[in-house]
């Protein structure tokens, strides 16, 4: 790549040398997560397989299955094969009963010897039937955006819901979409990140937010299926798939047909003291079954900045994009499926600070260029005065038109205030509106001068040279320093190191060679 790039001129070597630089730096985490295992993992290939259910105090049958094997011989080998062997040898009916028995204290596991080509052959096929149905989720999103259509104009609207009881969710999201939101997202329970196991059920108790369930998603994605029709759009769901569960809820959201899914390791590291090999592994195995299930995903690169400067702490956000394409790239995820966050988070008393914002933003636009990217609207400075609150967001609405932003979430004049009633939703999606009618093709006629063009410069070359240090140290020694977020993240340390294992030679997994090949036809079917 060499010349100059876009509205912004970008060094096209400069620009190919920070991508060189990313995947240096990324290398060593994937082969971290290539050579281990975790918990999280086991369950989540254990869920496909097609176990269900809790135990009377709402611990899932699937945690109760795989602390029995872990008990007996660890899961460096994979927990597949020790519990097909047990379910062909001793004649079991199902996973859910022969989790049932282990949690009794009635069945023990072994690595199978004798039993391996039969216990080989009944986790496939298990497995398979999972993948499979995932498949077809897949082929029924496509076959009802071509029903229903896509939204008529970018970006898309994005809308947060979250009362905590799915059965008020529903209702609220579905006046959401007639009123314009293009994508609800179904905000989780705070601290429900850091469960390591995955409520079973609806749902009706949630504290800022509804627990991730199953049944929640299956609720939500059926309601919303009603709207799209009703509308005559396909309206898109989005939750999150991070945290100590993250590979499960992968699984669960392509089972359930969810269409986008927040998944960013680094957001459980820096906000939620997630250990970071832990998180890393579990990331880039929902990752693998976010491309399979062709579900769009969102980083969090816009939290940085809820903590850090968002004008000296710029290019940390350029590096963790780069960082994240890499990421999703290895793991088989198209450019169309990559949210790539950043946010409209610069102190509004800072001088030009609408420029700066509008180069930050076409920076990002511009090194992403067939990406959707996911833009977030300020929150770090919202005062409570909702005056004020409401300019700014028009503000960051219109730094989204004028860059040609992919999925925008409104913003909220009540932001820090309350959580958001009907009435504030409807005032800012008005905002929203007036501002795509508006402006909505600006970016066709926007064109940046010098200051804006100078800033996106500064910005590339403080994150080449930020990835020129994290290729030297490594990237968890990076995140252990506080380069992200000015968080101190250390590698032996934080939430969910002691589910993480060293895979040993025999280690084998079911779902790994499908995860990792890919769909039989992977055509490039876009969700818009």
């Not at 949210?339 to 988070?345: I, N, Q, T, V």
Request: glycine share 10%; charged share 25%; aromatic share 6%.
């Amino acid at each position: 790549m060499s010349g100059k790039l876009g509205k912004l001129q970008l060094d096209g070597r400069l620009v190919a040398r920070a991508r060189r630089l990313a995947g240096a730096a990324g290398a060593p985490v994937v082969e971290l997560a290539r050579t281990h295992t975790t918990v999280a993992v086991e369950r989540a290939t254990l869920r496909l397989a097609g176990i269900t259910g809790a135990d009377p105090d709402g611990i899932p049958w699937v945690n109760r299955l795989v602390d029995a094997v872990r008990a007996d011989v660890g899961i460096g080998h994979g927990v597949a094969l020790p519990v097909f062997d047990a379910l062909v040898r001793d004649g079991h009916a199902d996973l859910t009963l022969l989790a049932q028995k282990a949690a009794a204290g009635s069945v023990h596991f072994a690595v199978p010897t004798a039993q391996l080509v039969k216990a080989r052959r009944a986790a496939t096929a298990a497995v398979n039937a999972g993948v499979r149905r995932i498949d077809a989720r897949r082929r029924e999103r496509e076959r009802l955006i071509r029903r229903h259509g896509d939204p008529p104009r970018r970006p898309w609207i994005y809308l947060i819901v979250a009362t905590g009881d799915i059965f008020e969710d529903i209702p609220q999201a579905q006046a959401a979409a007639r009123a314009g939101a293009d994508v609800i997202a179904v905000i989780r329970s705070t601290g429900q990140s850091l469960l390591d196991y995955v409520p079973e059920g609806a749902t009706r108790e949630g504290f800022a937010g509804t627990y991730a369930t199953q049944e929640n998603f299956r609720l939500m994605r059926a309601a919303l299926d009603d709207t799209s029709k009703e509308v005559g759009r396909y309206v898109r769901l989005t939750n999150y798939a991070s945290g100590l569960c993250m590979p499960e809820i992968a699984a669960l959201a392509g089972l359930e047909r969810l269409d986008m899914m927040l998944n960013d390791s680094m957001y459980g590291i820096l906000f939620r003291d997630i250990n970071p090999v832990r998180t890393f592994v579990d990331q880039r195995f929902s990752r693998q079954i976010h491309a399979r299930a062709g579900i769009v995903i969102n980083t969090g690169e816009d939290n940085y900045l809820t903590t850090a400067d968002a004008v000296e702490a710029a290019h940390t956000v350029t590096v963790s994009q780069l960082l994240n394409e890499y990421f999703a790239h290895e793991a088989g995820l198209a450019d169309w499926q990559l949210g790539l966050g950043h946010a409209f988070e610069i102190d509004p008393d800072v001088p030009e600070s609408f420029r700066l914002e509008l180069a930050h933003a076409l920076l990002a636009r511009e090194l992403f260029p067939d990406a959707p990217l996911k833009w977030m609207p300020p929150t770090r400075h919202m005062t409570g005065d909702v005056f004020r609150g409401n300019l700014l967001d028009g503000f960051f609405n219109l730094a989204g038109m004028l860059t040609g932003q992919g999925i925008l979430l409104v913003g909220m004049m009540t932001e820090a205030v309350v959580t958001p009633w009907l009435s504030d939703r409807d005032i800012a999606l008005q905002n929203v509106r007036y501002v795509q009618r508006a402006a909505g093709n600006l970016h066709e006629d926007f064109v940046p001068g010098a200051f804006i063009k100078n800033r996106a410069d500064v910005v590339l070359r403080q994150a080449v040279q930020l990835l020129e240090r994290i290729g030297r140290d490594g990237l968890l020694d990076a995140i252990g320093d506080g380069t992200f977020g000015i968080m101190r993240r250390p590698a032996d340390r934080g939430k969910g190191l002691e589910g993480v294992a060293k895979r040993e030679p025999t280690y084998w997994n079911p779902t790994q060679n499908l995860l990792e090949n890919g769909p039989a036809a992977q055509q490039e079917t876009r969700t818009g």
